[in-house]
C-alpha cells in the first residue's frame, strides 16, 4: 500500500538552530501538508501546497517557517531559527484532491518527525 | 467558526466488546466531511473512515461505524468487537470543503483483556 514517508523520525536540535524535515508524499497525490503535535495537544495545521505554492497557511507557520518542494517528490519543511516551542510532532500528509464538490479530503499521513529541541 | 468537540478524554472497553467515541461538530459550511484517525503509541496517523455531510447513510468499514447525525451535528465512531489492537488515542476530524482539517482534542481507548 503506497505510504507517505518522513524523515528524520527524531531530530534533537538547539535553539536557534535551522532544521529541515523531510517527506516523500504518495506519487500520485497533488496536495501536500504539514501538521504538527505539541505533546499532548491538539493536531494543529500548518500549511497546504499545491501546484508548488502554499495555498492556506495558519497563523502559526509564520516567517521562521517554510516549505518547498525541490524536486518531483521531495516536501520539506524548514524551520529557520528553532525555538523551545517547535518542539512537536511534524506530520506531512497528502491527497489526491481537497475534496472540494465532494467534501471528501482524505489525507494520507507519514508516520511523524519528532523535533526536540534544547 | 469551525470547531470540533470530544469530550471523552479516556474510554475503557471490554475486548470483543462494543465502544462508542463521541464527536460532536460545529461549522457553518454546507459541505463537509467528517473523518476518523487513529493514532497508536507509535505515533503515526491512520485514517479509519468518512462521512460526507450529503451521505444519507452512515459510513462503515469492517469493524468501525461512524453513527452521523447530522441535525446533533453528532458524528460518533462505533467500534464492534473490540480487540487490544485498538488501544490508542482516537481523532474525529471536520474537513471543510476544500480546506484544511480540523482535529478534535482525541480520546484515548485503552482496550481490556
Known amino acids: 500500500e503506497p505510504e507517505v514517508t518522513q524523515t528524520p523520525s527524531h531530530q534533537v536540535t538547539q535553539m536557534g538552530q535551522e532544521v529541515i524535515l523531510r517527506c516523500v508524499p504518495i506519487?500520485?497525490?497533488?496536495?501536500f501538508y504539514w501538521y504538527r503535535q505539541i505533546l499532548g495537544q491538539k493536531v494543529e495545521f500548518l500549511v497546504s501546497?499545491?501546484?508548488?505554492?502554499?495555498?492556506?497557511k495558519s497563523e502559526i507557520f509564520d516567517d521562521q517557517f517554510s516549505v518547498e518542494r525541490p524536486d518531483g517528490s521531495n516536501f520539506t519543511l524548514k524551520i529557520r531559527s528553532t525555538k523551545l516551542e517547535d518542539s512537536a510532532m511534524y506530520f506531512c500528509?497528502?491527497?489526491?484532491?481537497?475534496?472540494?464538490?465532494?467534501?471528501?479530503?482524505?489525507?494520507?499521513f507519514g508516520a511523524g518527525s519528532r523535533l526536540t529541541v534544547l | 467558526a469551525q470547531k470540533i468537540t470530544q469530550t471523552q478524554p479516556g474510554m475503557f472497553v471490554q475486548e470483543k466488546e462494543a465502544v462508542t467515541l463521541d464527536c460532536t461538530y460545529d461549522?457553518?459550511?454546507?459541505?463537509?466531511?467528517l473523518f476518523w484517525y487513529k493514532q497508536p503509541s507509535s505515533g503515526e496517523m491512520i485514517f479509519l473512515i468518512y462521512?460526507?455531510?450529503?451521505?444519507?447513510q452512515n459510513a462503515t468499514e469492517g469493524r468501525y461505524s461512524l453513527n452521523f447525525q447530522k441535525a446533533r451535528k453528532s458524528a460518533n465512531l462505533v467500534i464492534s468487537a473490540s480487540q487490544l489492537g485498538d488501544s490508542a488515542m482516537y481523532f474525529c476530524?471536520?474537513?471543510?470543503?476544500?480546506?484544511?482539517?480540523?482535529f478534535g482534542q482525541g480520546t484515548e481507548l485503552s482496550v481490556k483483556p
Open positions: 500528509a497528502s491527497s489526491v484532491s481537497t475534496g472540494q464538490h465532494s467534501g471528501a479530503n482524505v489525507l494520507t
Open positions: 506519487s500520485n497525490h497533488l496536495y
Open positions: 501546497f499545491y501546484n508548488n505554492e502554499i495555498s492556506e
Open positions: 461549522t457553518s459550511d454546507p459541505s463537509y466531511g
Open positions: 462521512q460526507g455531510s450529503y451521505d444519507q
Open positions: 476530524v471536520l474537513g471543510p470543503e476544500g480546506g484544511k482539517l480540523i
